[in-house]
């Protein structure tokens, strides 16, 4: 047995974990991880940030092992590999023949029933979708109903139950993906920094549908004239290579133990951010990058969540609906702006207009943006409240994936699926996040 946190390192909340060996030990494992109120939860690789991947119980059962591919047609592009394999895993095996992941989050750890459970999204939301559009299939156990293969055609609302369904509805044991075909394993990136918000929206509603790909990361301390300043990114796979995609990784260079404070504060992130946003260049410039370095930049350093100290840190991922979203992210921009919150690591994403598969499904059409915050009261007492009302009043909402702070009342009006997910929950399994969202009974 191990302990677990989540990325975030808060709330801190140990979980021990109870590794799930193969798929028809799983009913044996659960019967010893619940606690004496019968409660326990899946989990991958705890890329979650805040308390979704943890089980109310604190005993988690850890699917990792269950790392097995089950089969595979080359000529479909179409996998089953068991839930706690790896986009790493994935890539290594379907890149070199050709075949790429069609929605991937910004981290290779994650697990495919990770990706499942927070339908995760990606840069190419505009294009294709949630990693949910893509799941054709999965099987899963219930401790009250025993093993379902679940589709679209099959127990299609427990399939939409649990795509986006944090884990609750039943314990994934093997998924099955639609690949994508790709000509290269590298891309074509298109660079440009931007001068402040308006900006960003001009390029983003020029170029985003031209590439599969598209992503900004903001300068969160630049005020006035500047607010909003960042760095535009674009890419589509190259066309030119024509020997077989590869998949290259240096191995990741290490963060030491955790410091007794954390490194993120306002002096090291103004130093950073300026230092950052003069690198790249004023107008728009052709690169080319690997798939390491586009989609997963964070990954080079393990265990990075150790700069924020002991006290761990919290993101705050909002999406705000189109109509409104260049109006209320300049809002949300100002008041951190104004608060002094130092965030080395805001991300700003266009949401495309794809119905999400999922009923807890966190993109809608609209914008997201995505801060990292180093813990402390005054997060939670003071701007997280504020942003709150911001983004509720928009008719926007939070990612779950990333959050610790929630009021059930918030999360209730913004996923009104939540309760048709209750229903389909597995009884034996709750979050920690879960519990501090459902209504006082
Ligand atoms: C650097 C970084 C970048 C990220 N970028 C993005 C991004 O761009 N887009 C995005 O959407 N997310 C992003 N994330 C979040 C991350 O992709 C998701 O939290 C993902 O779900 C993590 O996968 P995991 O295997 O670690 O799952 P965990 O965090 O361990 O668990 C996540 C959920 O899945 C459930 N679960 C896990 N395995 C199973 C299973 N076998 N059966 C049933 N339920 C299961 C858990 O109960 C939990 O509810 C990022 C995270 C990091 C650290």
Same mark, same amino acid.
């Given at each position: 047995?191990?302990?677990?946190?989540?990325w975030?390192?808060?709330?801190?909340? #140990?979980?021990?974990?109870?590794?799930?060996?193969?798929?028809?030990?799983?009913?044996?494992?659960?019967?010893?991880?619940?606690?004496?109120?019968?409660?326990?939860l899946?989990?991958?690789?705890?890329?979650?940030?805040?308390?979704?991947?943890?089980?109310?119980?604190?005993?988690?059962?850890?699917?990792?092992?269950?790392?097995r591919f089950?089969?595979?047609?080359?000529?479909k592009?179409?996998?089953?590999?068991?839930?706690?394999?790896?986009?790493?895993?994935?890539?290594r095996?379907?890149?070199?023949?050709?075949?790429?992941?069609p929605?991937? #989050?910004?981290?290779?750890?994650?697990?495919l029933?990770?990706?499942?459970?927070?339908?995760?999204?990606?840069?190419?939301?505009h294009?294709?979708?949630t990693?949910?559009? &893509?799941?054709?299939?999965?099987?899963?156990?219930?401790s009250?109903?025993?093993?379902?293969?679940?589709?679209?055609?099959?127990?299609?609302?427990?399939?939409?139950?649990?795509?986006?369904?944090?884990?609750?509805?039943?314990?994934?044991?093997?998924v099955?993906?639609?690949?994508?075909?790709?000509?290269?394993?590298?891309?074509?990136?298109?660079?440009?920094?931007?001068?402040?918000?308006?900006?960003?929206?001009?390029?983003?509603?020029?170029?985003?549908?031209?590439?599969?790909?598209?992503?900004?990361?903001?300068?969160c301390?630049a005020?006035?004239?500047?607010?909003?300043?960042?760095?535009?990114?674009?890419?589509?796979?190259?066309?030119?290579?024509?020997?077989?995609?590869?998949?290259?990784l240096?191995?990741?260079?290490?963060?030491?133990?955790?410091?007794?404070?954390?490194?993120?504060?306002?002096?090291?992130?103004?130093?950073?951010?300026?230092a950052?946003?003069?690198?790249?260049?004023?107008?728009?410039?052709?690169?080319?990058?690997?798939?390491?370095?586009?989609?997963? #930049?964070?990954?080079?350093?393990?265990?990075?969540?150790?700069?924020?100290?002991?006290?761990?840190?919290?993101?705050?991922?909002?999406?705000? #609906?189109?109509?409104v979203?260049?109006?209320?992210?300049?809002?949300i921009?100002?008041?951190?702006?104004?608060?002094?919150?130092?965030?080395?690591?805001?991300?700003?994403?266009?949401?495309?207009?794809?119905?999400?598969?999922?009923?807890?499904?966190?993109?809608?059409?609209?914008?997201?943006?995505a801060?990292?915050?180093?813990?402390?009261?005054?997060?939670?007492?003071?701007?997280?409240?504020?942003?709150?009302r911001?983004?509720?009043?928009?008719g926007?909402?939070?990612?779950?994936?990333?959050d610790? &702070?929630?009021?059930? $009342?918030?999360f209730?009006?913004?996923?009104?699926?939540?309760?048709?997910v209750?229903?389909?929950r597995?009884?034996q399994?709750?979050?920690?996040?879960?519990?501090?969202?459902?209504? $006082?009974?």
């Amino acid at each position: 047995m191990t302990s677990v946190k989540s990325w975030g390192n808060y709330p801190d909340f #140990p979980q021990s974990s109870f590794p799930v060996l193969w798929q028809d030990s799983l009913q044996a494992t659960q019967a010893v991880a619940i606690d004496t109120q019968g409660h326990t939860l899946a989990i991958g690789q705890a890329r979650s940030y805040g308390d979704s991947c943890l089980a109310v119980s604190d005993r988690v059962l850890e699917m990792r092992p269950l790392r097995r591919f089950v089969s595979a047609d080359w000529e479909k592009g179409q996998i089953i590999a068991e839930a706690g394999v790896t986009l790493e895993e994935l890539l290594r095996v379907c890149l070199p023949r050709g075949w790429f992941v069609p929605v991937t #989050p910004g981290t290779r750890f994650a697990t495919l029933g990770g990706c499942v459970a927070n339908d995760v999204h990606g840069k190419n939301h505009h294009v294709r979708g949630t990693f949910g559009h &893509h799941v054709l299939s999965f099987g899963l156990h219930r401790s009250d109903r025993g093993y379902q293969e679940c589709s679209l055609a099959t127990h299609p609302e427990l399939f939409a139950a649990t795509i986006g369904g944090l884990g609750l509805t039943g314990v994934l044991l093997w998924v099955k993906v639609q690949l994508m075909p790709v000509s290269s394993s590298t891309l074509t990136v298109k660079q440009q920094r931007f001068a402040n918000l308006d900006e960003f929206f001009a390029l983003s509603t020029q170029l985003d549908h031209e590439h599969e790909y598209a992503v900004a990361w903001v300068d969160c301390l630049a005020k006035g004239e500047a607010l909003g300043r960042g760095v535009y990114l674009a890419a589509n796979h190259a066309t030119t290579e024509f020997a077989a995609p590869t998949f290259t990784l240096k191995k990741p260079r290490e963060f030491p133990a955790f410091p007794s404070f954390s490194w993120v504060n306002a002096p090291s992130v103004k130093l950073f951010n300026g230092a950052y946003w003069h690198k790249y260049p004023k107008t728009l410039t052709e690169v080319s990058q690997g798939i390491s370095e586009y989609f997963y #930049p964070l990954d080079h350093i393990a265990h990075w969540n150790r700069m924020y100290g002991k006290r761990g840190f919290q993101q705050y991922q909002c999406v705000i #609906p189109e109509s409104v979203a260049p109006v209320v992210i300049r809002e949300i921009l100002k008041s951190i702006s104004d608060f002094g919150q130092a965030s080395f690591l805001a991300v700003l994403k266009r949401c495309g207009d794809a119905a999400s598969p999922g009923m807890l499904s966190f993109p809608m059409r609209g914008t997201s943006l995505a801060l990292d915050f180093p813990q402390s009261g005054e997060l939670d007492a003071q701007l997280f409240p504020w942003l709150d009302r911001l983004v509720h009043e928009s008719g926007g909402r939070l990612y779950p994936a990333k959050d610790a &702070h929630m009021s059930g $009342e918030s999360f209730r009006l913004a996923y009104p699926e939540w309760q048709q997910v209750e229903r389909l929950r597995d009884p034996q399994l709750l979050s920690r996040f879960w519990q501090r969202i459902l209504p $006082e009974s």
